[in-house]
């Protein structure tokens, strides 16, 4: 069975959440892999509307186990208000979820620094979505982190929050002006959130193991995209996290090469919230135009996401970066009143034409090299197979196809978990 790795291949928000949950149908183990709850991902189902920002999306299939892995940063209070949401829609995570013990928390504090320092930055953010995530990922790289399996330890955890408020306090009250940090505080914050989640934290590695000895089928559920990788991305303007799937692998606690599968997950065309370049960005009525068409409204800070053509570098970038084999292509409908449609095939930079990402700086001033397609005019929402779309539609797939070098195994064609085109083996 495959082990199928679900990345984001531009700038977030490509339609992840949705491609897991339909996928998840079939699957036994879905793990969340990365980031936290910068995180927002929309499902539409049965059930509801929801938009998840830590609970994996395999979490609407009873049979599916979900998996908060390693590499995320987990703010509890956030965690139990979505698994609150979603037994309140009649699933059950009692049994199925769990959370792994080297998760690291994200304290009150951690999201202070956030907003403070874009504040800092005053009129020049780097537009996070402030909710404490490179703070946290930057004590854990510190090696001063709590991670989830430190409620256990109450010893160690009381000298550890001891150490971490007298540093975090000198830097708050020092630098920020702000109030100290009380480490009795924190202390009682961790009971709280211990007799809450105790019954999900657990060491995940053995589930993982067996569920890869036993060739289950198992989903490895990325945050972001490439675009924002903390190696890979547009520096600084990236988040703290791998987004590709190396990422995954060491996430998830996965070896590399029994990842079989890596699903480069993108929109028809290119969104991004927060700064830094975005060379096929419309700051005009078109950008508009697909903004309201695709209601692109973040998930999880409701910010307007910038508009613009499908950017073919930076995507053919992402697949040669993460490795995709194959390709999804979401909101494909979102362009059926289009009389052209545009796609960014190279960058020019001067006198140079590039066909890769370059450094951010000169990101910044790349144009892109734009080929026009006809539009199609008619409705595809109810496609469901590939010969059920017009041709102009399948011209652009193609296009994308041979820009990008990577075959389109999925098509989304509404935000429904049925609003898909499986074009592969293997897939449905
Ligand atoms: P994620 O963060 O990658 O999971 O993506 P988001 O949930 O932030 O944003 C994707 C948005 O597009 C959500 O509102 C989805 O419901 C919606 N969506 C996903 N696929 C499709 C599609 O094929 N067509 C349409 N119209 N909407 C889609
Ligand atoms: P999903 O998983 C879109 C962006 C922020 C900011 C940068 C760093 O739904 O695709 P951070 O809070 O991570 O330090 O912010 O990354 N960002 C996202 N953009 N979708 C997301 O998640 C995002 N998570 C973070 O806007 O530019
Ligand atoms: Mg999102």
Redesign the pocket.
């Known amino acids: 069975m495959p082990v199928t790795a679900i990345v ?1 291949a531009q ?3 490509e339609g ?1 959440g949705k491609v897991v949950d339909t996928l998840a149908n079939h699957a036994d183990v879905v793990v969340r892999y990365n ?1 936290g709850n ?4 929309t499902i539409q189902n049965q059930h509801g509307t929801f938009r998840l920002h830590l609970l994996p999306s395999g979490i609407f299939h009873p049979a599916a186990q979900c998996v908060i892995g390693p590499g995320v940063v987990v703010n509890p209070d956030v965690l139990l208000g979505e698994i609150a949401e979603v037994e309140r829609a009649g699933i059950s995570t009692q049994g199925r979820l769990w959370l792994s013990d080297r998760a690291h928390l994200i304290f009150p504090h951690h999201i202070l620094t956030d907003e403070l320092e874009e504040a800092a930055r005053g009129g020049k953010p ?4 402030k ?1 404490g ?2 703070p946290s990922y930057s004590d854990k790289v510190a090696r001063i982190g709590i991670r989830l399996g430190d409620f256990a330890e109450e010893a160690h955890l009381a000298e550890q929050l001891r150490f971490i408020a007298e540093r975090k306090s000198a830097l708050f009250e020092g630098v920020y002006h702000h109030e100290a940090i009380d480490a009795g505080n924190l202390l009682a914050a961790c009971a709280r959130w211990s007799e809450r989640l105790r019954p999900y934290i657990i060491d995940t590695h053995p589930l993982v193991q067996e569920a890869l000895r036993a060739d289950r089928m198992v989903l490895l559920e990325g ?3 490439v675009m ?1 990788d903390l190696d890979w991305g547009l520096y600084p ?4 996290s791998t987004t590709l799937p190396g990422g995954a692998s060491s996430g998830a606690g996965i070896p590399p090469y029994k990842i079989t599968r890596i699903l480069g997950v993108a929109k028809a065309y290119t969104t991004a ?3 830094g370049p975005m060379p096929t960005e419309l700051v005009d009525a078109t950008g508009d135009r697909i903004r309201e068409l695709g209601q692109e409204f973040g ?1 999880t800070t409701r910010r307007s996401r910038r508009c613009g053509w499908f950017d073919g570098v930076a995507a053919r970038f992402a697949a040669e970066v993460a490795g995709f084999t194959h390709l999804a292509v979401m909101k494909l409908d979102i362009f059926d009143t289009f009389d052209t449609i545009r796609i960014g095939a190279a960058y020019r930079l001067g006198e140079r034409t590039l066909h890769t990402v370059p450094h951010t700086a000169a990101m910044a001033r790349v144009e892109p090299v734009y080929e026009d397609l006809p539009g199609w005019r008619c409705a595809t929402s109810g496609a469901r197979r590939l010969t059920d779309l017009p041709v102009a539609a399948r011209m652009f797939l193609r296009r994308i196809e041979e820009i990008v070098s990577v075959p389109i195994a999925m098509i989304g064609v509404g935000p429904e978990r049925s609003d898909v085109i499986f074009c592969q083996e293997g897939w449905a």
Do not use: C, E, F
């Open positions: 984001g700038w977030g928000d992840k980031g910068n995180a927002g991902h780097h537009g996070t979505t909710q995530i490179w945050q972001l995209g924002r303007y990236v988040t703290s919230v927060g700064s998930a």
